[in-house]
Structure formats: C-alpha cells, structure tokens
C-alpha cells in the first residue's frame, strides 16, 4: 500500500460545479497536511496548508482532514475554467524531520 | 522579482551524457529541493539541501548528483548512470527545513529528454 493515495482523474464538470478531490494515506504519523495546485507545465503552487484535523477555507476552497479515517479533501466551490488543472495533495509527519510526500495528482478539467 | 529560475526549459540528452540542470533563486531560502515528476508517479525527491554546503539523498539519488556551493544555487547533474531519465524536473525552495519545509515555492520546471 502506497503511502499517500490520489484518483489520477481525469475528471471533468461544468462551470459553477462544486468539485471534490480527495486523498487517503496509510501513515498515522501524518500531521501537516498541504494541497498544491499545478497548471500544465508549471511548477506547482501551495494553494491550501492544514495542520492536523478540521477544516480551512480560503474563497472558494475549503480544505479538510479527517484523521480518524486518514482522509483529507479539498473543495472547490463555483468552479472556473481557470481552476483546470493538476491537483497535488502532500503531507508530512510532525516534528523536524522528514519531507514532503506528494500523491500522483488529480487532473481537473472545468468546462465553460 | 522574486522566485526562482530554471533553465534551460527543454533539454536533450544523448545516452551517455552527463547534463547540468540549473535552478537560481532569489528569495534568500535556505533549503533548496530537486523533484522528479513521471506522466502518472507524482512528485518524487532526488535530493535536497537545508543549507550551504549541505545536502542530503532523497529518495531516487541514484544517477544523480548536486552541489550546494551559494545560498542562491542549487544545480542538479543527471549522470549517465541514470537508466530512464527522460522527465521534468522540478527545482523548489523554502524558508527553512522542518515545518518550514511544508510551503515549498517551485520553478518552472525543466523538461530533459533522453535521445
């Protein structure tokens, strides 16, 4: 088992949707949580940071984790053409050491 | 502007060669990070480094090679040792090591093909 885990997509909605990514990981030690968001080819960008369980939204975006069941998710609501991208998830356990563990990234696609 | 630079944007490289990948920052970042991205295999650490003269394997080192000489500089060399390296790479940096290392800022990736 993977330690981090991403649908691959793609996936595909019309203008206005409310979209949902998701990601699950095996390593309880988790405790920094981070979505990054990656135009076709771009280096990626933080979009959202979230530290241990509960919720964080920033405009459109709402992030969320849920550590009992090792889950976290991003939200996009009122999705726009300009959201279609690659959606990276990442994570990292607490403490001083250790790196990012990114998953394979979802593809987004938001249709006018 | 601040950020970070990568050059050049497209590569070729035929087998046998060993090939510098460059990446410059300017937002006076300690660490400094290298990443292979494959079609569907995600982000994955070649090496880092937290500070000068310091750097560390990360999880794919082999074939591969850095210095860390200046604060701004963290060149990638892809050896001939490399056995598939037709990929984009991607440079990053963060303020610091540690939690720091969460909020990573990339360049704009180097695209290396393999002839």
């Known amino acids: 088992q993977k330690e981090v885990e991403q649908d691959p997509g793609p996936l595909s909605v019309p203008e206005g949707a409310i979209v949902s990514l998701n990601c699950t990981y095996s390593n309880s030690a988790f405790q920094y949580f981070m979505w990054y968001r990656q135009y076709s080819r771009k280096g990626p960008e933080l979009l959202m940071y979230?530290?241990?369980?509960g919720n964080k939204e920033d405009g459109r975006f709402t992030a969320q984790v849920d550590k009992s069941s090792k889950y976290i998710s991003l939200f996009i609501r009122d999705s726009q053409p300009s959201d279609s991208a690659t959606y990276l998830c990442?994570?990292?356990?607490?403490?001083?050491?250790?790196?990012?563990?990114f998953g394979k990234g979802t593809k987004l696609s938001v249709k006018p | 502007d601040g950020g970070i630079t990568q050059s050049p944007k497209y590569l070729f490289r035929k087998e046998g060669q060993n090939v510098t990948l460059s990446c410059e920052q300017n937002?006076?970042?300690?660490?400094m990070y290298w990443y292979r991205q494959d079609p569907g295999q995600g982000l994955r650490l070649i090496y880092y480094?937290?500070?000068?003269?310091?750097?560390q394997k990360g999880d794919i080192a082999e074939g591969y090679s850095v210095s860390r000489e200046k604060k701004e500089s963290f060149p990638l060399t892809v050896t001939s040792a490399q056995k598939n390296p037709t990929a984009f790479y991607l440079c990053?940096?963060?303020?610091?090591?540690?939690?720091?290392?969460?909020?990573?800022?990339f360049g704009p990736g180097t695209r290396l093909t393999v002839l």
């Open positions: 979230t530290y241990s369980s």
């Open positions: 990442a994570m990292r356990w607490g403490g001083s050491q250790g790196n990012l563990i």
């Open positions: 480094s937290q500070i000068v003269n310091d750097f």
């Open positions: 990053a940096s963060s303020i610091g090591g540690g939690t720091f290392g969460n909020e990573q800022f």
């Open positions: 937002l006076n970042h300690d660490a």
